[in-house]
């Protein structure tokens, strides 16, 4: 079955750091998203990709991240100067087009755990 | 009043018990549901999907939406230990395709 899925699974890095994420979303799926979830707290949305650009960002989502699909299989998310508060599970997820105007289903990967020291 | 609320529990029942989740939404333009479950450390795992109202089934488990009361709620029927995890609600609709959780119900189910 299609999975999406992100490496690395465990992410150290010392505040001011650049890192970035990398995804490899469900082949045939053309929206691609990332979310975070901080340790204890809800899942919460940061920015949806589609046909190349951003297609909605979210107020954490601020000059600090960007976003890239670099080749036909990735979607990568870079923070350019990590801060503690980066400190989270942060989920890719991929769904396809829409279908007789109705949103398809989301679907996630395992995660990246970031920690930022 | 918060968009979307959900009991984080914890809800501790014995193997083979019906379980009902429920969540609660106040943003009328949210036209899809959705239940996620999540394992410790995992990502979430899409369990059932719904965009109108009424009952959906799959298998042990049964999504009901009401939109009238803005109100959703996931049944597990002869639930298992395997089932012991948290429960996600998520919502979407209007002009956008992002998901709006609740904070998850973590279930413990006791063999």
């Known amino acids: 079955e299609p999975e999406v899925t992100q490496t690395p699974s465990h992410q150290v890095t010392q505040m001011g750091q650049e890192v970035i994420l990398r995804c490899v979303p469900i082949s045939n799926h053309l929206y691609f998203y990332w979310y975070r979830q901080i340790l204890g707290q809800k899942v919460e949305f940061l920015v949806s990709?589609?046909?190349?650009?951003?297609?909605?960002k979210s107020e954490i989502f601020d000059d600090q991240f960007s976003v890239e699909r670099p080749d036909g299989s990735n979607f990568t998310l870079k923070i350019r100067s990590t801060k503690l508060e980066d400190s989270a599970m942060y989920f890719c997820?991929?769904?396809?087009?829409?279908?007789?105007?109705?949103?398809?289903?989301?679907?996630f990967g395992p995660g990246t755990r970031l920690t930022v020291l | 009043q918060k968009e979307v609320e959900q009991d984080p529990g914890p809800l501790s029942v014995p193997e083979g018990a019906i379980v009902s989740l429920n969540c609660t939404y106040s943003?009328?333009?949210?036209?899809?549901f959705m239940w996620y479950r999540q394992y410790s450390r995992k990502g979430p795992e899409l369990l059932m999907y719904t965009y109108s109202s009424g009952n959906k089934e799959d298998g042990r488990f049964t999504a009901q939406v009401d939109k009238s009361s803005k109100y959703i709620s996931l049944f597990i029927r002869d639930s298992q230990p395997s089932d012991s995890a948290t429960y996600l609600c998520?919502?979407?609709?209007?002009?956008?395709?992002?998901?709006?959780f609740g904070t998850g119900t973590l279930l413990a189910v006791q063999p």
């Open positions: 997820a991929s769904s396809e087009g829409p279908s007789s105007g109705r949103i398809k289903e989301q679907f």
């Open positions: 990709f589609y046909n190349n650009e951003i297609s909605e």
């Open positions: 943003n009328s333009a949210f036209q899809y």
């Open positions: 998520a919502f979407a609709g209007g002009a956008t395709n992002k998901l709006i």
